[in-house]
């Protein structure tokens, strides 16, 4: 536990501030990589000091908005930025990204409840549930627009069912993403009519990060 606690710590040190983003904000989730080849602790340790370091210089410049890491290794980045080719490019400064210790999704973020702000100390670590919204491009066609709307309009009476503390949009057709207060109940989001006709699978996991990173009080 406190070693989860410094990591989140981390993460955040270079964070003043407490400025919100409602736009131009690029998601990146850094997926681990279950194939990754093997590193002795020292050359782990290594790539582990680059990372962070690079987190801190991208925070110094306001690059990087809001981070944090997930129960079991991986983690997401908000970066101030609407361009995925510019992301990328500030991504590629970091030693274990070039190292390729993740598979890397990178989208255009669009928040539609709450929004990301940064966070000044003293922190207050919290644990959230994190929801991502994967789209099955093989159902995914012009066809599905209607579903698409009915999940939009379900996410809003969610809203009254569950402590929804952030949810947003990546690119068209790109998914999006929950953050909730609590661990949701697995029958309410597969009732998503998105869910139920297989266009969108969900993927939930615990997210650290610090609070009011997504302007929550």
């Not at 129960?71 to 990328?88: C, E």
């Amino acid at each position: 536990m406190a070693r989860r606690i410094y990591t989140c710590l981390l993460f955040l040190l270079m964070f003043t501030g407490a400025r919100a983003q409602s736009s131009g904000l690029t998601f990146v989730l850094l997926n681990k990589k279950t194939d990754a080849t093997p590193l002795s602790k020292e050359a782990s340790d290594k790539l582990m000091e680059g990372h962070m370091a690079n987190i801190n210089k991208l925070a110094k410049e306001e690059k990087l908005v809001a981070a944090g890491p997930f129960d079991g290794g991986g983690g997401i980045f908000m970066l101030n930025t609407p361009s995925v080719q510019v992301a990328t490019e500030w991504l590629s400064t970091d030693p274990a990204v070039k190292a390729g210790r993740w598979d890397i999704e990178i989208y255009p973020y669009t928040p539609r409840v709450g929004s990301v702000c940064l966070v000044k100390e003293p922190y207050e670590m919290v644990t959230y549930s994190f929801v991502k919204f994967k789209v099955d491009l093989t159902k995914s066609t012009v066809n599905s627009a209607g579903i698409f709307f009915a999940h939009d309009e379900y996410l809003k009476e969610l809203r009254s069912k569950l402590s929804i503390i952030a949810e947003g949009i990546f690119g068209e057709r790109d998914g999006g993403m929950l953050i909730l207060k609590d661990e949701p109940p697995l029958q309410i989001l597969e009732a998503d009519p998105a869910v139920q006709q297989g266009l969108l699978e969900l993927d939930i996991r615990k997210l650290w990060i610090a609070k009011g990173a997504f302007c929550e009080k």
